[in-house]
């Protein structure tokens, strides 16, 4: 079985470009959802993709955008780069889109926007 | 709204010693409550989940939680730390909402001193 794993590890952008951030889910999950975890907070929830759907969506302007592709994988674009989207952003996968059940989370992408 | 309070960013307990870490939560329904463990530079991985089945549950590594209700607490407790323990533990609910959107603590960094 193989989990979720995201691409880049580690990426550096400078203020006003843009980035694209992937995941694939674990195998047998079709909802991906996306954190942003800035230096010393918890998670904070940016959006839901369920079956290519954006299904819920935490407080972020518009220059985050998202995308989940039939094969349940997903990506993060982030337009406009400001200095206070460098954080951590993890994705995670699960099965269903209502009800609750475990995140199973990737290890990450670390943005450092200059 | 959903949210989650941490008592104490930072707890430090000997080796052998019990380890508390404290989550009080906010929700006019039933939540669905959840430990997570963040080791360094990686993702989230879950600890134990509380979803309205018996209120001690009980989790990995030796693990548990006690939901309870009149208090809105979900403390986390291990009886005896391992070194292996340090970590920081992030509590999370999930929202009314949309079940798979979770609402994170901002975390607490668990040290365990030999």
């Known amino acids: 079985e193989t989990g979720v794993t995201q691409s880049p590890t580690h990426l550096i952008k400078t203020r006003g470009q843009q980035v694209t951030l992937r995941c694939s889910s674990q195998s047998g999950h079709n909802t991906v959802s996306w954190y942003q975890q800035a230096l010393g907070q918890g998670p904070q929830f940016i959006f839901q993709y369920y079956r290519e759907e954006e299904n819920g969506r935490g407080n972020f302007p518009p220059r985050f955008s998202g995308l989940q592709f039939p094969n349940y994988s997903s990506e993060l674009n982030v337009n406009a780069l400001e200095l206070d989207d460098s954080a951590l952003y993890l994705c995670?996968?699960?099965?269903?889109?209502?009800?609750?059940?475990?995140?199973?989370f990737g290890e990450g992408s670390r943005l450092t926007v200059l | 709204a959903q949210s989650v309070t941490q008592l104490g960013s930072h707890v430090s307990v000997s080796e052998g010693a019990l380890v508390l870490l404290r989550c009080n939560y906010s929700s006019s329904v039933p939540p669905y409550l959840f430990w997570y463990v963040q080791y360094p530079n990686q993702g989230l991985q879950l600890l134990l989940k509380y979803t309205s089945a018996a209120t001690l549950v009980k989790g990995i590594n030796g693990f548990e939680a006690e939901f309870k209700k009149s208090e809105t607490s979900f403390h986390l407790t291990k009886p005896s730390a391992h070194m292996s323990d340090a970590a920081e533990y992030f509590c999370a609910v999930s929202g009314k909402d949309n079940f798979n959107k979770f609402y994170f603590g901002s975390g607490t960094k668990l040290n365990v001193k030999p």
């Open positions: 995670a996968s699960s099965s269903g889109g209502t009800s609750t059940g475990e995140l199973f």
